[in-house]
């Protein structure tokens, strides 16, 4: 796994990335555009071909992309295939201590 600047995956580029890594097949831009909620196939191109130039994911012989290889991202976790905010590890985490005291008090 390697890191890639915080600015690099952001916003639709990091939900196109999460796709591709989620799907775990080749995917072309339309199913991406589906998937990713994006506005056109024309964006969900766009966005697999910055993908591409990061050397994050590879095009096919047939037009269609695979994950070359999956990154860490800085403020997030991958739990088997999904993202997940580290926000949320964090709550959990503590809630979970929260509800232990409870039930010990």
């Given at each position: 796994?390697?890191?890639?600047?915080?600015e690099?995956?952001?916003?639709?580029?990091l939900?196109?990335?999460?796709?591709?890594?989620?799907?775990?097949?080749?995917?072309?831009?339309?199913?991406?555009?589906?998937?990713?909620?994006?506005?056109?196939?024309?964006t969900a191109?766009?966005?697999?071909?910055?993908?591409?130039?990061?050397?994050?994911?590879?095009?096919?012989?047939?037009?269609?992309?695979?994950?070359k290889?999956?990154?860490?991202?800085?403020?997030?976790?991958?739990?088997?295939?999904?993202?997940?905010?580290r926000?949320?590890?964090?709550?959990?985490?503590?809630?979970?201590?929260?509800?232990a005291?409870?039930?010990?008090?």
């Open positions: 796994m390697t890191n890639v600047d915080r690099d995956l952001e916003g639709n580029t939900s196109v990335y999460a796709f591709v890594v989620k799907a775990g097949k080749p995917v072309g831009p339309r199913e991406v555009m589906r998937g990713a909620s994006l506005s056109s196939p024309s191109h766009r966005q697999l071909e910055k993908l591409e130039s990061l050397g994050l994911i590879e095009k096919t012989v047939y037009g269609t992309y695979v994950v290889e999956k990154t860490s991202i800085s403020g997030h976790v991958w739990v088997g295939k999904n993202l997940v905010p926000l949320i590890c964090y709550a959990l985490f503590f809630f979970g201590i929260l509800i005291e409870i039930a010990i008090w």
